[in-house]
């Protein structure tokens, strides 16, 4: 597949900024953006902690597994993934060989800012206390450290992130597959 066809995914911890850089990002390619959390939502009439409730994490897993390995295969769309999804390998190995992944890092200590506007839409989170959450952050990172571009969000806001992966995807663009004038 052309490298300019390949869609974009976003990967990270909760509440990095994948869904809101996500959809900044496909304005600025003109594509369509696809927030698989939303799909899942959705497809069940029900919220992302609803579907925890009712069918189990379990459950939320499998079917998060099977919508995302669906959506890797689409092309030129922009996705943004749950930040639990990539650590299933089936979800890796669907984004690392049909998409451009980026890797959204951020500190723990910015990171833990926003903690109480994330608390009530992410059960991972509501079910642990913050020595817990600092650990399963830390523990996530290896999941994450397979990608094809790695940015830092410290201190930058979503739209200086987005203008950033425009940028650095041009340039792959450009120099992989440079367009015949
Ligand atoms: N670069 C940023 N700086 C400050 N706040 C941000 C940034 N990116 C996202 N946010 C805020 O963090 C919260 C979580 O963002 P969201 O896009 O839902 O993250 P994710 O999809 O990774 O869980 C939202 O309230 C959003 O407005
Ligand atoms: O990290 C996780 O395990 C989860 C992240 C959430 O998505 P965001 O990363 O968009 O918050 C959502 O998929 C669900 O609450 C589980
Ligand atoms: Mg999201």
């Given at each position: 597949m052309s490298v300019r066809q390949?869609?974009?995914?976003?990967i990270g911890f909760m509440g990095v900024g994948k869904t809101?850089?996500?959809?900044?990002v496909a304005?600025?390619?003109?594509?369509s953006f696809i927030d698989v959390d939303k799909?899942?939502?959705?497809?069940?009439?029900?919220?992302?902690?609803?579907i925890f409730e009712q069918h189990g994490e379990a459950f939320f897993r499998d079917y998060e597994k099977k919508k995302t390995c669906a959506l890797?295969?689409?092309?030129?769309?922009?996705?943004?993934?749950?930040?639990?999804?990539?650590?299933?390998?089936?979800?890796?190995?669907?984004?690392?060989?049909?998409?451009?992944?980026f890797y959204l890092d951020v500190a723990w200590e910015e990171w833990k800012e926003r903690l109480d506007i994330l608390i009530d839409s992410r059960p991972v989170l509501k079910s642990?206390?913050?020595?817990?959450?600092?650990?399963?952050?830390?523990?996530?990172?290896?999941?994450?450290?397979?990608?094809?571009?790695k940015l830092t969000v410290n201190h930058r806001s979503a739209e200086e992130v987005a203008d950033f992966i425009v940028d650095s995807l041009k340039h792959a663009w450009d120099m992989y597959e440079p367009l015949n004038d």
């Amino acid at each position: 597949m052309s490298v300019r066809q390949k869609s974009i995914v976003l990967i990270g911890f909760m509440g990095v900024g994948k869904t809101t850089i996500g959809e900044l990002v496909a304005k600025k390619l003109y594509r369509s953006f696809i927030d698989v959390d939303k799909e899942i939502e959705k497809d069940f009439g029900m919220t992302i902690p609803e579907i925890f409730e009712q069918h189990g994490e379990a459950f939320f897993r499998d079917y998060e597994k099977k919508k995302t390995c669906a959506l890797a295969q689409e092309k030129l769309k922009v996705l943004s993934i749950g930040g639990g999804a990539f650590l299933q390998p089936e979800i890796r190995q669907a984004c690392l060989d049909n998409c451009i992944v980026f890797y959204l890092d951020v500190a723990w200590e910015e990171w833990k800012e926003r903690l109480d506007i994330l608390i009530d839409s992410r059960p991972v989170l509501k079910s642990r206390n913050i020595n817990e959450i600092e650990e399963l952050f830390y523990k996530r990172q290896d999941a994450y450290s397979i990608n094809h571009s790695k940015l830092t969000v410290n201190h930058r806001s979503a739209e200086e992130v987005a203008d950033f992966i425009v940028d650095s995807l041009k340039h792959a663009w450009d120099m992989y597959e440079p367009l015949n004038d």
